[in-house]
């Protein structure tokens, strides 16, 4: 019993997830897949953004069955309060844990309105509307143009739902495309 109990674990281990080319064990719900992805930052294993590198001027990820590349600029980390500027660990978790939701049917993102506050480079909005959500990323101005290259540069073609990308500085009023409809969800890293 314990050989085949084994044997099954051995068969869910895989090389590789996305740009990630450690193991990986597969798993069979979201919940397992966060705690294990909150498990690899444990401080004995911690190893700082293990997922992305910040130094880099872009990221690729695989991520509903395309290959997204996101436009990074390291050279802005230098100025104080910019963090929009480069990929984090949380955003890599936060988008394969939509598309493994999606894909398990526990959640359905089709024509849901859903606005993303702070997107900095926009790999969570644009896997959004990857899987089908109308999404609107909002960042502050001097973030925009590397979030519109983002979302330009990756959602091409057949595209199931759509993204715009705003301008959204916390504390000014409202636009109305921001509560006319109302978002299905809101969602911020």
Same mark, same amino acid.
């Given at each position: 019993?314990?050989?085949?109990?084994?044997?099954?674990?051995?068969?869910?281990?895989?090389?590789?997830?996305?740009?990630?080319?450690?193991?990986?064990?597969?798993?069979?719900?979201?919940?397992?897949?966060?705690?294990?992805?909150?498990?690899?930052?444990?401080?004995?294993?911690?190893?700082?953004?293990?997922?992305?590198?910040?130094?880099?001027?872009?990221?690729?990820?695989?991520?509903?069955?395309?290959?997204?590349?996101?436009?990074?600029?390291?050279?802005?980390?230098?100025?104080?309060?910019?963090?929009?500027?480069?990929?984090?660990?949380?955003?890599?978790? $936060? +988008?394969?844990?939509?598309?493994?939701?999606?894909?398990?049917?526990? *959640?359905? =993102?089709?024509? @849901? !309105? &859903?606005?993303?506050?702070?997107?900095?480079?926009?790999?969570?909005?644009?896997?959004?509307?990857? $899987? +089908?959500?109308?999404?609107?990323?909002?960042?502050?101005?001097?973030? *925009?143009? =590397?979030?519109? @290259? !983002? &979302?330009?540069?990756?959602?091409?073609?057949?595209?199931?739902?759509?993204?715009?990308?705003?301008? $959204?500085?916390?504390?000014?009023?409202?636009?109305?495309?921001?509560?006319?409809?109302?978002?299905?969800?809101?969602?911020?890293?």
């Amino acid at each position: 019993m314990a050989a085949r109990a084994e044997a099954t674990e051995e068969e869910n281990v895989v090389l590789g997830l996305g740009s990630y080319k450690g193991k990986v064990r597969v798993v069979s719900d979201c919940e397992e897949e966060i705690m294990l992805l909150w498990a690899i930052q444990q401080p004995i294993y911690s190893k700082n953004n293990a997922f992305v590198n910040q130094s880099s001027l872009q990221l690729n990820i695989d991520a509903c069955g395309r290959s997204l590349s996101i436009l990074q600029s390291p050279s802005s980390l230098a100025t104080p309060g910019v963090t929009g500027a480069v990929m984090w660990d949380s955003g890599i978790i $936060l +988008g394969k844990f939509l598309e493994h939701s999606v894909e398990s049917e526990t *959640l359905s =993102l089709r024509g @849901k !309105n &859903v606005v993303e506050l702070g997107s900095g480079c926009g790999l969570v909005g644009c896997i959004a509307a990857l $899987l +089908g959500a109308r999404v609107i990323l909002t960042d502050l101005p001097d973030r *925009l143009k =590397l979030l519109k @290259k !983002n &979302v330009e540069a990756n959602l091409y073609g057949n595209v199931r739902g759509s993204a715009i990308v705003d301008e $959204l500085t916390w504390g000014d009023h409202l636009d109305r495309v921001f509560t006319n409809p109302l978002p299905d969800f809101a969602k911020g890293l």
